[in-house]
T-cell receptor, first 113, second 113 residues
Framework: GQQVMQIPQYQHVQEGEDFTTYCNSSTTLSNIQWYKQRPGGHPVFLIQLVKSGEVKKQKRLTFQFGEAKKNSSLHITATQTTDVGTYFCAGNGGETSGSRLTFGEGTQLTVNP | KAGVTQTPRYLIKTRGQQVTLSCSPISGHRSVSWYQQTPGQGLQFLFEYFSETQRNKGNFPGRFSGRQFSNSRSEMNVSTLELGDSALYLC????????????FGPGTRLTVL
């Protein structure tokens, strides 16, 4: 079945440093979504990428979807303590998959002030 | 608009018992998905319901079942509980069947003793 791998598992940064997490799927994806889960919280939707090579920005966050639609990345510029949490990528296989998401293992980000 | 609600928030059961968890999606959302989150396995898809029909099912044993009512509310049931069923069970709702962001509820923390 479809597998989504995400690295690194943990990332510790100083406030102001940049952060990147990478996601790779074993199969071509229809779309990929990114979620953030704060400690003790639940996943919160950040963004959805659908097109090959798509790049989307949300303030300090930049999301990319690979040309082959099998990989994706999330880059945070100048991290802040509010960025703390676990970032998950989640792949969707297309219409036959419905809303089913295959989640990566997540990257846990800690930010030292 | 109220978010996804899940009840109960915490549950303690013993091995062999059964449990029913409830999820009320965001008003107007017709898709409800269930996920199990554990430290070891991460976020794993259980099943998805749309218009009262199970549309997708993950790789979980038959002890895990669910249903959706005409008002889109959903329940999941786990019979003959095992220690390994201890997890955070998350419900997510979406407006349509596919290609849409998922809104997660706060989850039900199930502990099996």
């Amino acid at each position: 079945g479809q597998q989504v791998m995400q690295i690194p598992q943990y990332q510790h940064v100083q406030e102001g440093e940049d952060f990147t997490t990478y996601c790779n799927s074993s199969t071509t994806l229809s779309n990929i979504q990114w979620y953030k889960q704060r400690p003790g919280g639940h996943p919160v939707f950040l963004i959805q990428l659908v097109k090959s090579g798509e790049v989307k920005k949300q303030k300090r966050l930049t999301f990319q979807f690979g040309e082959a639609k099998k990989n994706s990345s999330l880059h945070i510029t100048a991290t802040q303590t509010t960025d703390v949490g676990t970032y998950f990528c989640a792949g969707n296989g297309g219409e036959t998959s419905g809303s089913r998401l295959t989640f990566g293992e997540g990257t846990q980000l800690t930010v030292n002030p | 608009k109220a978010g996804v609600t899940q009840t109960p928030r915490y549950l303690i059961k013993t091995r062999g018992q059964q449990v029913t968890l409830s999820c009320s999606p965001i008003s107007g959302h017709r898709s409800v998905s269930w996920y199990q989150q554990t430290p070891g396995q991460g976020l794993q898809f259980l099943f998805e319901y749309f218009s009262e029909t199970q549309r997708n099912k993950g790789n979980f044993p038959g002890r895990f079942s669910g249903r959706q009512f005409s008002n889109s509310r959903s329940e999941m049931n786990v019979s003959t509980l095992e220690l390994g069923d201890s997890a955070l069970y998350l419900c997510a709702s979406g407006r349509v069947y596919s290609y849409n962001e998922q809104f997660f509820g706060p989850g039900t923390r199930l502990t099996v003793l």
